[in-house]
Nanobody, 126 residues
Framework: QVQLVESGGGLVQAGGSLRLSCAASGRTSNLYNMGWFRQAPGKEREFVAAIRWSFGTTDYADSVKGRFTISRDNAQNTVSLQMNSLKPEDTAVYYC???????????????????WGQGTQVTVAS
């Protein structure tokens, strides 16, 4: 079992920045991919960014490339999402997710993740 707790959400003006953090606990030795997803009201949960826990390789949704950066601290068992140049369309609940199956080389889909945090609200005002 892996437990995930997100923090760092809030209200920000368009063009501003926020940094989200996700703390993992439990069987963290099994972490393989870590991801961030988001879900806006009335919409499906969508991929934002992912990072391979051991190698640090990253993937991003086209909508956030160049603005968001995912990183991890293996010693602290945390994964972060630095969000710059925020837009109103970035408003959503942001979820941290963990993949422990060691199957997916690229993990950008909801079904590829095994554990989820409770989510943190990000609101970008225009």
């Amino acid at each position: 079992q892996v437990q995930l707790v997100e923090s760092g959400g809030g209200l920000v003006q368009a063009g501003g920045s926020l940094r989200l953090s996700c703390a993992a606990s439990g069987r963290t030795s099994n972490l393989y991919n870590m991801g961030w997803f988001r879900q806006a009201p009335g919409k499906e949960r969508e991929f934002v960014a992912a990072i391979r826990w051991s190698f640090g390789t990253t993937d991003y949704a086209d909508s956030v490339k160049g603005r968001f950066t995912i990183s991890r601290d293996n010693a602290q068992n945390t994964v972060s999402l630095q969000m710059n140049s925020l837009k109103p369309e970035d408003t959503a609940v942001y979820y941290c997710a963990a993949d422990v199956t060691r199957v997916w080389r690229v993990a950008t889909r909801v079904m590829q993740y095994d554990y989820w945090g409770q989510g943190t609200q990000v609101t970008v005002a225009s």
